[in-house]
């Protein structure tokens, strides 16, 4: 750690802190390091931006990055004027100021504007959502309340530093935080979370990998991905994450500046990036923002995306002036019935009617990001539909499905089987399926990607995005007429 001899950890002086409010962490384990050790001074405080290009952007003063951790000191001169109320995750009462130095470390890396050292948006309004015991543990019912929380306050972007095995949580912990997750891309806010640094093999960690987050791995100075982050299909982008120092409060640091390593770091430089890139480029849907965003890297290995590096190191850059994705994908999530129904469905209508017979629709699904997309048409007793799903790359896998009228509001990421009528049971290039409607009402076509991860095969890399043209048609069956009996 360089200066770590001559320094006191963050850790050691924070035990004697006041403990967060927050309590209640047991389940799943999300949990972060310790923050950075006290320095006496940045070596290099414009380091981060400088690599990643953001030094030079224009300042924008952007929706509040929330930063769901320990808590954010709002005296730190780095941030000055700029750090909202902060919230208790799970009570929502307010709280202020940051016992343990991590979560005032994060915001300062995304934000700071000096003295000292400078963070990605330095005119960045920073919102703290406490979701950390004094222990540095968190549950997946205060992650999901935090996320919410941020998103009733105005943020723009999460950000959520930690993390923790995917394999550890429960069924209902994945749900809770993925369902809160979907909600809050629903509403334009985008959610950016640390890769994890557990193993440096091909770990699933919780929340990075879930569908629709931005994932940050944290880069070294030569820059390659830094040794203990974690790889596979859920990482975007490598970030600055090795020996980078932000501000620490001054009831923990005398000198006011912690030196960390970890994607933990990485994560509030790329939530900044993205909160800068929507206040300097309105007008786009959630959807082109997430993947603008998640694309808008210098690679570092193979040519385009891989699991070791994601789509390379980020740039800033490339963020703001390259040209913006189609707008084929809808802004809200349509990974279950829930998300095209309801309060969705005006912005997801029926694709056959009354009077539309058959539709063709191009689509994409992403293994890691994007796993299903969910279709509604509507059906009139006796009616067949026929759908087929072609993919265009021929060595993809797609699963293809329908669903009834009754269907649960998230059937098809729980991998439920009660309520298809009838699915492929497997992986196809070019899967077909048939129903006819025994009663009236809307019924829902799934597409689905293969798992992100082959479980025969996990360091074999997973396409970043499988695109597919879907077509449909019903047509009335007429039930056939018995004979007319001969008369004798």
Known sequence: MGRAAIALTVAAVATAAASPTLAGAAGWPLAIPSAGYCVPAPADGAYVPRVVGALDAP???????????????????????????????????????????????????????????????PAGQILPIRIYDANR???????????????????????????????????????????????????????VAGMGDDTATVAATMPAALPH????????????????VNTGPWLDLLVPAEGVEGPLPAALC??????STGSSFGAPSLGAAAALV?????????????????????????VGRDDDSGFGLLDVGVALAGAPPGKESQAEVDDDPFWVRGPYAKAHPPLLTKTKLRFKVKGS????????????????ARERLVA????????????????????????????LDESRLVATGGLSNDPQVEVT????????????????????????????????????????????????KKRR
Not at 149 to 178: E, Q, R, W
Not at 254 to 259: E, I, M, N, T, W
Not at 278 to 302: I, K, N, S, V
Not at 367 to 379: C, E, F, G, M, N
């Open 278 to 302: 929507m206040a300097q480029r309105p007008g786009l849907t959630t959807q082109q923002y997430f993947e603008l965003l998640r694309r808008a890297g210098t690679d570092l290995g193979p």
């Open 254 to 259: 005398v000198h006011g500046f912690g030196f």
């Open 437 to 484: 409607a025994k009663v009236g009402g809307t019924y829902y076509i799934a597409v689905q990607a293969a798992d992100a991860v082959d479980p025969d095969d996990p360091t074999a890399a997973a396409p970043s995005v499988e695109p597919y043209q879907l077509s449909a048609y019903k047509q009335h069956r007429t039930p056939k007429r018995k004979p007319a």
């Open 388 to 415: 087929t799903v072609a993919a265009a790359d021929p060595t993809a896998l797609l699963e293809l499905a329908i669903l009834g009228p009754g269907a649960g509001d998230f059937d098809v990421s729980d991998g």
């Open 137 to 191: 543990a968190s549950s997946a019912d205060a992650l999901s309340k935090g996320i919410a929380l941020a998103v009733a306050k105005g943020a723009g972007v999460i950000v959520i530093a930690g993390s923790g095995p995917l394999a550890d949580a429960s069924d209902d912990d994945v749900a809770l935080v993925t369902h809160a997750i979907d909600a809050a891309f629903t509403k334009g806010v985008l959610t």
């Open 365 to 380: 699904v992403s293994p890691a990001k994007d796993p299903a997309d969910v279709y509604r048409v509507t059906l009139s």
């Open 59 to 121: 300042a924008a003063v952007t929706r509040p990055i929330a930063i769901l951790d320990t808590g954010v000191d709002p005296d730190v001169p780095q941030l000055a004027g700029r750090v909202l109320q902060g919230y208790d995750a799970l009570t929502g009462a307010p709280v202020s100021g940051d016992p343990d130095g991590h979560g005032t470390e994060a915001a300062g890396l995304a934000a700071s504007a000096g003295p000292g050292v400078h963070g990605i948006a």
């Open 213 to 228: 987050v931005l994932v940050a791995g944290a880069a070294t100075a030569t820059p390659s991905r830094s040794a203990a």
